[in-house]
């Protein structure tokens, strides 16, 4: 009896202090699952995301290689676990993503006519989309449609279809996902020049009297380098044409870049992979403090403006799975996350709790 209890109290406890708990009111805290995850075999992660989140996205089983590998060939299994297991923890699904130029499956980068192209992105969304409608809470319908000058990027969609294969995805996506909200995702659109393309491009949907509910800022950011100003613009200028503005794949890498130019000389090698992955065997307290301190930064600015934001999403559990240990440089060992390799709170992650309670 007392040992039930004392779990109980534990459970509360955390629960009181955990991202979700301490943000219930201001936003969503959500994170992105792989493959080990969704099939419940990383066991480190497990309670955190069940305790921490209250919104998961999933990182590559929805992807077009993935969910749709050939013209007549659905592969559901892991999205349909992904949604499962949401349901079941009270986990909000972003299914991600409909329309992308990477992670294509083969046979669609083969596609040679206007036609069948038109027709892939008709099956495609009505296949996906109406699945899971009722099911999971929103779509990154369109992603990384953009060049970073605001240009529409040259992807196979803009080059076969037209720049109207953006409205035609939404139009569909809204047909045939009638409950469930529809975004626009992509990075670097706090930048001037790639937001006011992305402005454009949302207000092309609205103009043709379709739907989309929000914006995705993806956040993937470098440590003391966070752009607050452009941010705060960005989330102004995004609700201000009645959107939802999210940050979906946040992150913030504590590594070198390779193409700064005083990273290194990259004739020498050896120097060169050093001055490269220079925390292999753990983070010094300077560099953790200056994560702590850009994750605070950005908390702030959130809460400030949490009325006109509806989740933050980090990409990823813990710093083992992140991406960012394998770009843009394989094999490095970096720490981007507010959980470290052992699924332990980071101090990023105390400041962000606390942050919320001031
Ligand atoms: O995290 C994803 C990684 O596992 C994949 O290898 C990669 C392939 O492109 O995609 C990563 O996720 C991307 C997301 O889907 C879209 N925005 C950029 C993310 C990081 O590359």
């Known amino acids: 009896m007392v040992i039930v209890l004392l779990k109980l109290s534990t459970a509360f406890t955390q629960a009181q202090n955990s991202l979700q708990q301490a943000y219930k009111n201001k936003f969503l805290i959500g994170t992105a699952l ?14 955190l995301i069940k305790n921490e989140f209250g919104a998961i996205t999933p990182e590559n089983c929805m992807k077009c290689e993935n969910i749709h590998p050939a013209w007549d060939t659905y592969n559901f299994e892991l999205a349909d676990k992904l949604v499962t297991f949401g349901n079941k923890n009270n986990l909000l699904v972003n299914g991600h993503t409909l329309i992308w130029h990477s992670q294509l499956a083969p046979f669609v980068k083969q596609i040679q006519s206007k036609d069948s192209l038109s027709l892939f992105m008709n099956n495609h969304i009505q296949t996906i989309a109406s699945r899971y409608d009722g099911k999971i809470f929103s ?4 992603n990384e449609a953009l060049e970073e000058d605001g240009s529409l990027r040259k992807s196979i969609f803009l080059e076969k279809l037209g720049p109207d294969y953006i409205t035609e995805s939404f ?18 659109i706090e930048q001037p020049k790639k937001r006011a393309g992305a402005i454009a491009l949302i207000k092309s949907i609205q103009a043709k009297g379709l739907r989309i509910d929000g914006v995705g800022i993806q956040g993937h950011w470098r440590v003391e380098k966070i752009p607050l100003q452009e941010i705060e613009e960005s989330i102004l200028a995004y609700s201000a044409l009645g959107l939802k ?8 890498t504590v590594l070198p870049n390779p193409w700064d130019k005083d990273a290194a000389d990259v ?11 220079p925390y292999p065997n753990g983070l010094p307290d300077s560099v953790q403090q200056k994560l702590t301190n850009s994750y605070a ?13 509806s989740r933050i999403t ?3 559990v813990h710093d083992k799975q992140s991406w960012l240990n394998g770009w843009p440089i394989a094999g490095r060992t970096n720490y981007p996350l507010v959980f470290d390799r052992n699924g332990k709170p980071k101090p990023a992650y105390y400041k962000i709790i606390a942050l919320a309670k001031e």
Do not use: C
């Open 34 to 47: 792989n493959a080990p995850q969704i099939l419940e075999k990383d066991s480190m992660a497990m309670p």
């Open 139 to 142: 779509w990154d319908v369109v």
């Open 171 to 188: 139009r569909l996506a809204a047909k045939w996902a009638p409950h469930t909200e529809l975004y626009y995702n992509d990075y670097n």
């Open 245 to 252: 503005v999210m940050f979906t794949e946040l992150d913030i």
């Open 267 to 277: 004739n020498q090698k050896a120097t060169y992979n050093a001055l490269m992955n």
């Open 297 to 309: 930064a950005l908390f702030k600015l959130f809460v400030k403006y949490s009325d006109k934001i």
């Open 314 to 316: 980090f990409w990823g």
